[in-house]
C-alpha cells in the first residue's frame, strides 16, 4: 500500500471543520514509518504540514502540498521514587494522556485536563492553562529531522519554551517532526488551585483537601461550562493568546480601566486576559455571517455551520482592530493560520 493518499479531504482533521482538501496525504503510525516517508523524493519537492489533532490551526484555502498526521500511540512510564516520566507517542490524545496520568496517580498534568490536541503537538506551543504550562512538567523530547530523516532528542533548554511558544515555532519551524514526549511527573501531589475558578468550584463542592483527581475534574467542568465541543460545532479553543505588556503600558490603561482582569507574569510584566478585552468591545456571543465568537467566551471563535476559513479570519481581524482603538492592545492570534 502507498504511504501517500492524494486529494483527500481536511475537513474532519480540523477542528474548526473548514472544508478544504490537500494534495497529498500520509498518516503514520510509528517512526519507522515516518522514516520511510520522509526518505521518498515526493517529499523533498513538497510543502509540508504536520497534523496532530488539528486544533490549533485555521485553513483559509486548500493546502497544495502533503500533510502528515501524527497517529503514533502509546504510553510507558518508569517510576523511581517519587519521580515519574511517562513517555506518550505523538498521536495519543493529550487529554487521554492527562487521563492516564491522573488515573495512575501522577501528578502534575491535572489542571491542564481537556485542552484539546495531541501529545506531540503540546511542546510545539507550550500548552498552558490554570496556573500550569507544558514547560512545568516537560522531560524530553522525540523528533526527526525532516530533511536528513535522522532522530534526535531535545531537552528542556534546547526547546526554548515561552508563552504558548518554543524553538518549534522560531528557529527550527518546520524543520523537525515530534513522534514522542517525555514528562517528569510525581507520585506527590503539589495541588495548584490559585488560577481561575478553581478554588471556588472546589468550595461550591465542599471540597478541601483536593486530589488530583478532583482538580482534573474541576478543570474540566470549567472547560465544558466555557467552551464548545468541537464535534458539535466548529471551534479551535482560544483564538488569541493572552496579551503580556510592561508595568507601564499596564498601568497607563489600567488607570483608564480599573476593572481590567491581569495577572502577573515574569520579569515584571502583566498579562492581560485577552477574553474580557474582546467582551468589553461587545464581541461576546456576535454572530457575522458563518462565523462569531462563542456565547460563553468572547475568545473563541466558531463556525457556525459553513463559514470558510477566510470568513473566520477575517471576523478576528475586526476584533484585534477594535481591541486595539479601545485599549491600546494589539492581540495576537493563538491559532495557526494557512
Excluded at 512538567?137 to 530523516?149: D, H, K, L, R
Excluded at 493568546?241 to 489600567?254: G, S
Amino acid at each position: 500500500m502507498s504511504l501517500i493518499q492524494e486529494n483527500i479531504s481536511l475537513k474532519s482533521y480540523n477542528t474548526f471543520g473548514v472544508a478544504v482538501s490537500s494534495s497529498f496525504f500520509a498518516e503514520v503510525f510509528s517512526e519507522s514509518y515516518l522514516k520511510d516517508l520522509l526518505l521518498l523524493p515526493i517529499v523533498k519537492e513538497q510543502q509540508l504540514l504536520v497534523l496532530g489533532g488539528g486544533s490549533n490551526l485555521l485553513f483559509t484555502k486548500d493546502f497544495n502540498g502533503l500533510v502528515i498526521k501524527m497517529s503514533i500511540p502509546g504510553i510507558t512510564a518508569v517510576v523511581e521514587g517519587n519521580e515519574v516520566l511517562v513517555t506518550a507517542g505523538a498521536g495519543v490524545v493529550w487529554n487521554d494522556f492527562v487521563n492516564y496520568c491522573v488515573g495512575s496517580g501522577f501528578a502534575g498534568v491535572e489542571n491542564l485536563s481537556l485542552i484539546p490536541g495531541t501529545v506531540g503537538a503540546s511542546p510545539i506551543q507550550n500548552i498552558g492553562a490554570y496556573g500550569v504550562e507544558l514547560k512545568d512538567v516537560f522531560y524530553a523530547c522525540t523528533a526527526y529531522e525532516i530533511t536528513t530523516a535522522e532522530e534526535r532528542t531535545f531537552n528542556f533548554e534546547e526547546c526554548k519554551f515561552g508563552y504558548r511558544d518554543s524553538v518549534f515555532k522560531n528557529e527550527l519551524k518546520g524543520r523537525y517532526i515530534i513522534t514522542g514526549v517525555t514528562f517528569k511527573l510525581s507520585t506527590e501531589a503539589q495541588i495548584n488551585t490559585k488560577y481561575g475558578a478553581i478554588q471556588t468550584e472546589l468550595v461550591n463542592r465542599n471540597i478541601t483537601n483536593p486530589t488530583i483527581a478532583d482538580i482534573s475534574q474541576v478543570v474540566a467542568d470549567i472547560r465544558v461550562s466555557k467552551l464548545p465541543d468541537p464535534s458539535t460545532i466548529g471551534n479551535a479553543g482560544s483564538f488569541f493568546k493572552n496579551p503580556v505588556i510592561d508595568r507601564l503600558a499596564f498601568e497607563k490603561v489600567f488607570a483608564k480601566f480599573p476593572d481590567m482582569v491581569h495577572y502577573p507574569a515574569p520579569n515584571d510584566k502583566i498579562k492581560l486576559a485577552a477574553g474580557w478585552l474582546i467582551e468589553q468591545c461587545g464581541f461576546k456571543g456576535k454572530v457575522v455571517g458563518h462565523t462569531g465568537t462563542w456565547k460563553n467566551q468572547a475568545l473563541v471563535l466558531v463556525n457556525h455551520g459553513d463559514a470558510t476559513g477566510a470568513e473566520v479570519y477575517s471576523f478576528s481581524e475586526e476584533i484585534i482592530n477594535t481591541v486595539y482603538i479601545k485599549f491600546g492592545v494589539m492581540l495576537e492570534r493563538e491559532v495557526n493560520i494557512l
